[in-house]
């Protein structure tokens, strides 16, 4: 029937299996008809009979159509129903809206938590019609703690609930969680007390959360035991979700507005900080200014702790140095209250304590700034000593350059607690500044008192100077100073009139530059000069120089060059120029008058010599005994006489400058036998035996020079061999080439020596030794002198050798160039 939307008729449902239940009640026949409304099939209506067979065609339409007027009648009463129904719900659903938009422009207004947890109770208690809404925020800690209720009781503030398994599960699911029946869970036994204590049955558990955190649950409880529907639950949840929305707003407005109140807080603070930093680095500021004002100590020291004490609310100041482990008040400012430094013996002759002395020991031995509140409770010092003192309160800081403590600086105040540590760093930053000052001052004085004992050093050396130079000047001697690179840097007025030249001429020009002018004579003068400017490293200690040049202008000038050494530096020359022109023509004069007087000696002895010749000879009649003795005193002495006259000729001849050599070449050989046979005859006549030997190189060269001035030189050096060595002595006379400029001759004997003493002497005019055998011998002492000229004006050289021992001799040597051929 259902199939097919058709009536069904079953005449005997005996016929039909599918009826065994009407079979038993017996009735056999059964009719259905379908109740369709609107094309669709809504119920069926049956029909039955205890005959078989017993409805119609007929009675199917019959039926058919009540059916057909049912079902619309039925379809109506549902559209009735259905139109009804959803008029209620409209309605419903509109009230919750208006409830939810009331709540949320509520809750909405308020930023303050336990208002928000109010009205969300009060409007739960109100549309779900609960007997109890408790409102339950977790704490800092966590901790459950009852913040509303509705119906409104008065809260004792903070009243916390027991733990339960309950929070742990919300926190966890984030779920709701409803009981009937209270005392059938056991998860809520901890809770059952605050339950029991407002009469509840049931319970329902809203957690208030957003995101992921739980902020707090909603207990919403009946006094009955009671399920909630799902439309009750949903409008609990939402408005849980919008109370704990609105929480959340508060409590993130209360963070901020925290958050905000802290950084004002802290603006405020930092900008009290920049302020005190503002006047702090003015404060510095003022102190440098101070400190470099002046290198007057006590003048800044006093302005500069005047600001400190101004700057710090000091009442007075201190500056203490440790003067090589004593500290001593250096400076003090402010306030006079404590006595100044060195004053305030006390009567029993005892120096009062004086606590800032105890302090500055404390702060320089451990580095470090100190603060005082109350000098008398402070257990670092006496109390009974700083009850004495008139102030309390004490700022010290040591006073530190680089590694070294010079002391410290303190402030002082009468009252105690004045000063706070802040102020440690102001202080501590005028410390360094005045540690500086104080370091700049005192090298200040040492550079000062250094400079004012050099400045007199330099002044004494300036007189000093300026005195030498004076007496340079007035000297009748010429000076010429020269510097170490050979400039010429003093020249005085007795150089400038010997050597003709003006001093502007000469000063700071290089003695180069004036060869010219001294001419050829004093070449040799300022090579040496040149030589020891070029090369200090060659002069040698106690090289000195002297020279007599002649200068183009007919002047003899006699020059004495020294070095100027000092600590090993060379520094130049000084040359002193003597004019002795005057003293050489004297000389000369001298010399020709004793030429002259010789000379005119000569003839008369020749004659004395002659005639006394003549009479010992017996040619003016025979002679008595003692008259032959006289005649041979007289010949004796007359011969000495003739020695003496001959070379006083000599010498004063050569002094003039009247001996010229007569150049020619010699023979030495020859010379040298003469020379021998000489001595043999002299040695026999005089009955004194002496050997003498030649040793003579073969094919001697010859040499140049005057004849008789050789023989001479030879005669002489034979002759004092001979006359120095005792009879039966030896004698021998060597010539050889020494190379290929010169000839040497060498004279020796066995005689006497020369003492050692006496060796630098041996060619000075007129000295003899003092020898017996050397009084006893005519002579003069002036042979070897007059020898050494001689040789000299050869070009040739002299000297000697003897050990001074008695017996040993000596050798007399001199060497003559050889003949130039070209010349
Ligand atoms: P003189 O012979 O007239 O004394 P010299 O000038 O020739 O003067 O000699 C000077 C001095 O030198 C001599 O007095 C003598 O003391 C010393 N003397 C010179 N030659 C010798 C010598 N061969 N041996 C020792 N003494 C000598």
New binding site residues.
């Given amino acids: 029937m259902v199939q097919t939307g058709h009536a069904l008729r079953v005449p005997d449902v005996r016929q039909d299996p599918r009826f065994p239940s009407l079979v038993e009640m017996e009735r056999f026949s059964w009719l259905g008809v379908p109740l369709i409304a609107k094309g669709e099939l809504i119920g069926a209506i049956a029909l039955e009979k205890t005959e078989a067979d017993y409805y119609s065609a007929e009675h199917i339409q019959v039926v058919t159509t009540f059916a057909g007027q049912a079902a619309v009648a039925i379809e109506n009463a549902r559209l009735y129903e259905e139109s009804l129904r959803r008029a209620t719900e409209l309605d419903e659903r509109s009230q919750r809206l208006a409830l939810l938009n009331r709540l949320s422009a509520e809750l909405s207004r308020s930023l303050d938590t336990d208002h928000i947890l109010a009205l969300t109770a009060n409007e739960l208690a109100q549309a779900l019609n609960v007997s109890v809404v408790s409102a339950v925020l977790f704490g800092q800690d966590g901790q459950p703690e009852l913040r509303a209720e509705a119906p409104e009781r008065d809260l004792p503030p903070g009243t916390t609930l027991p733990g339960s398994p309950l929070f742990e599960r919300l926190r966890e699911t984030l779920g709701i969680f409803s009981a009937a029946d209270i005392h059938a869970e056991p998860e809520l036994a901890p809770l059952l007390p605050f339950l029991n204590e407002r009469g509840s049955q049931s319970l329902l558990a809203l957690p208030l959360a957003t995101g992921q955190e739980l902020h707090g649950v909603l207990f919403l409880q009946t006094s009955y035991a009671y399920r909630y529907s799902l439309p009750e639950i949903e409008l609990a949840r939402t408005i849980g979700n919008q109370s704990a929305i609105a929480i959340q707003n508060a409590r993130l407005f209360g963070e901020t507005r925290r958050l905000t109140e802290e950084l004002e807080e802290r603006v405020q603070l930092r900008t009290a900080e920049l302020v005190q930093e503002h006047h702090n680095t003015e404060t510095l500021l003022r102190i440098i200014t101070e400190l470099s004002a002046s290198l007057d100590m006590s003048q800044v020291l006093n302005r500069t702790l005047a600001v400190l004490n101004e700057a710090s609310a000091a009442e007075q100041s201190a500056i203490l140095l440790d003067r090589g482990g004593q500290i001593e008040v250096y400076h003090r400012a402010g306030l006079e209250f404590a006595p100044p430094p060195g004053e305030g013996e006390s009567g029993n002759g005892r120096k009062p304590w004086q606590p800032e002395k105890s302090i500055a020991a404390w702060v320089t031995r451990l580095r470090k700034p100190t603060l005082v509140n109350d000098l008398p409770e402070d257990g670092r010092w006496s109390q009974d000593d700083a009850n004495r003192v008139p102030y309390r309160s004490v700022i010290a800081v040591p006073l530190i350059l680089g590694e070294e403590v010079l002391g410290s600086l303190q402030l002082y105040h009468r009252q105690a607690g004045q000063f706070i540590s802040k102020q440690l760093d102001l202080v501590e930053a005028a410390a360094r500044q005045i540690s500086i000052a104080i370091n700049n001052a005192e090298l200040f004085g040492l550079i000062r008192d250094q400079s004012e004992r050099l400045g007199g050093m330099l002044r004494d050396q300036q007189i000093e100077a300026s005195r030498s130079r004076a007496i340079l000047e007035a000297v009748a001697d010429g000076v010429l100073v020269t510097d170490s690179s050979g400039r010429i840097t003093l020249f005085n007025a007795s150089a400038q009139s010997i050597l003709d030249l003006q001093s502007a001429q000469v000063m700071g020009q290089s003695l180069d530059q004036f060869s010219g002018l001294f001419g050829k004579a004093a070449q040799t003068w300022m090579r040496t000069i040149r030589t020891w400017s070029r090369d200090p490293g060659i002069y040698r200690p106690g090289d000195t120089y002297a020279e007599q040049i002649m200068l183009d202008n007919g002047r003899v000038v006699s020059i004495h060059l020294a070095p100027v050494i000092w600590r090993n530096d060379f520094l130049g020359t000084v040359s002193i120029f003597r004019d002795i022109t005057a003293d050489v023509k004297v000389d000369r004069l001298k010399s020709e008058f004793v030429a002259n007087v010789s000379h005119e000696l000569r003839t008369p002895m020749t004659s004395i010599k002659g005639y006394v010749e003549i009479l010992l000879m017996g040619a003016a009649g025979p002679l008595a005994d003692q008259q032959t003795h006289f005649l041979r005193i007289v010949k004796s002495n007359t011969e000495r006489l003739s020695v003496l006259v001959n070379d006083l000729l000599d010498v004063s001849r050569i002094e003039a400058g009247r001996v010229t050599l007569s150049w020619q070449p010699l023979d030495l050989k020859e010379i040298a036998e003469d020379v021998a046979s000489d001595l043999v005859r002299r040695s026999r006549e005089e009955n004194k035996p002496m050997s003498i030997h030649l040793e003579l190189a073969p094919a001697l060269p010859r040499v140049d020079g005057d004849l008789e001035r050789v023989s001479q030189v030879l005669w002489?050096l034979v002759s004092?061999?001979y006359?120095?060595?005792p009879e039966n002595g030896h004698i021998e006379v060597r010539i050889r080439s020494l190379d290929e400029t010169e000839v040497q001759l060498d004279v020796q004997?066995n005689?006497?020596?020369?003492a050692l003493r006496?060796q630098k002497r041996?060619f000075e005019r007129f000295?003899?030794?003092e020898?017996p055998l050397?009084l006893a011998?005519a002579?003069?002492?002036?042979?070897?002198?007059i020898v050494k000229t001689l040789v000299e004006m050869h070009h040739g050289r002299i000297w000697f050798s003897?050990s001074g021992i008695r017996g040993e001799?000596?050798i007399?040597s001199f060497t003559l160039p050889l003949r130039q051929t070209e010349e």
């Fill in positions: 002489n004092n061999a006359n120095y060595t004997d005689g006497i020596g020369i006496d041996i000295y003899r030794g020898d050397v011998t002579g003069t002492g002036l042979g070897l002198s003897s001799g000596s007399f």
